[in-house]
C-alpha cells in the first residue's frame, strides 16, 4: 500500500545523546515535511523539503537536522542542542509544496529520560 | 500574521447527536482550507477540501462549509458515532511562499455512548 512510514514509534533519548526519526514514502512525492506537535498547540514546521539534496528551514529548525539524499527517504535528527525534544513528530509528504493535500505518517513519540 | 484559530477547544456530546466545529483564520492570499481528523497518537487524515470559490463540500456524515469574505469555515458531523472522538484541524495555505501551510491548534472532540 502506498503510504509515509515513520520509524520507530517510540523513541527515548538520553541527555546530550543525537536520536535520528526515519520517514519513507513510496507516493512519488515531491515535497516532504517535519512538523512537531505539542499538546494544545498547532503543528509547527522544523523542516521541508521540495526535492532532493535540498531543504529549508521551518519555524522550529533549531537543534534539528535532515537530509534528502533520496526522493523516498527524509530523516530527522534531534540533536542534543534541542533542549525540549519530548514532543510528537510527524512526517508528511505531497506533490508540489504549495496547494496539494499533505499526507501524513503515523508520528513518532520521542521523550528524554 | 497569519492565523488560524479554532473553537471550542473542546466538545463532548453524545452519540447520535450533530454537532458543529469552527475555524477562523486570518490567512493571505488565501489559496485553500483544508480539515484534518488526527485520532489520538496517529497523524492526521484528510477529511475535506475547499478552495475559494467553494461553499459546501460533504464527506459522508461531515460537512465542511467556508465563507471567504468573513474568513470563516466550519466543521458538522452529523448523527455523531463513537468513532467521530478525534481531535479536527483546520489548515489553510496561502499561495504566496513556499509551504504556507497553518494549523489552528485543533478542537478535541468526545463522543460519548
Known amino acids: 500500500d502506498g503510504g509515509i512510514t515513520q520509524s520507530p514509534k517510540y523513541l527515548f533519548r538520553k541527555e546530550g545523546q543525537n536520536v535520528t526519526l526515519s520517514c519513507e514514502q513510496n507516493?512519488?512525492?515531491?515535497?516532504m515535511y517535519w512538523y512537531r506537535q505539542d499538546p494544545g498547540q498547532g503543528l509547527r514546521l522544523i523542516y521541508y523539503?521540495?526535492?532532493?539534496?535540498?531543504?529549508q528551514k521551518g519555524d522550529i529548525a533549531e537543534g534539528y537536522s535532515v537530509s534528502r539524499e533520496k526522493k523516498e527517504s527524509f530523516p530527522l535528527t534531534v540533536t542534543s542542542a534541542q533542549k525540549n525534544p519530548t514532543a510528537f513528530y510527524l512526517c508528511?509528504?505531497?506533490?508540489?509544496?504549495?496547494?496539494?493535500?499533505?499526507?501524513f505518517g503515523e508520528g513518532s513519540w520521542l521523550t528524554v529520560v | 500574521k497569519n492565523q488560524v484559530e479554532q473553537s471550542p477547544q473542546s466538545l463532548i456530546i453524545l452519540e447520535g447527536k450533530n454537532c458543529t466545529l469552527q475555524c477562523n483564520y486570518t490567512v493571505s492570499p488565501f489559496s485553500n482550507l483544508r480539515w484534518y481528523k488526527q485520532d489520538t497518537g496517529r497523524g492526521p487524515v484528510s477529511l475535506t477540501i475547499?478552495?475559494?470559490?467553494?461553499n459546501t463540500k460533504s464527506n459522508g456524515r461531515y460537512t465542511a462549509t467556508l465563507d471567504a469574505d468573513t474568513k470563516q469555515s466550519s466543521l458538522h458531523i452529523t448523527a455523531s458515532q463513537l468513532s467521530d472522538s478525534a481531535s479536527y484541524i483546520c489548515v489553510v495555505s496561502a499561495t504566496s511562499g513556499t509551504y504556507k501551510y497553518i494549523f489552528g491548534t485543533g478542537t478535541r472532540l468526545k463522543v460519548l455512548a
Open positions: 523539503s521540495q526535492i532532493v539534496n535540498d531543504f
Open positions: 508528511a509528504s505531497n506533490r508540489q509544496v504549495s496547494g496539494n493535500t499533505i499526507y
Open positions: 475547499m478552495t475559494f470559490s467553494e
Open positions: 507516493l512519488n512525492h515531491d515535497a
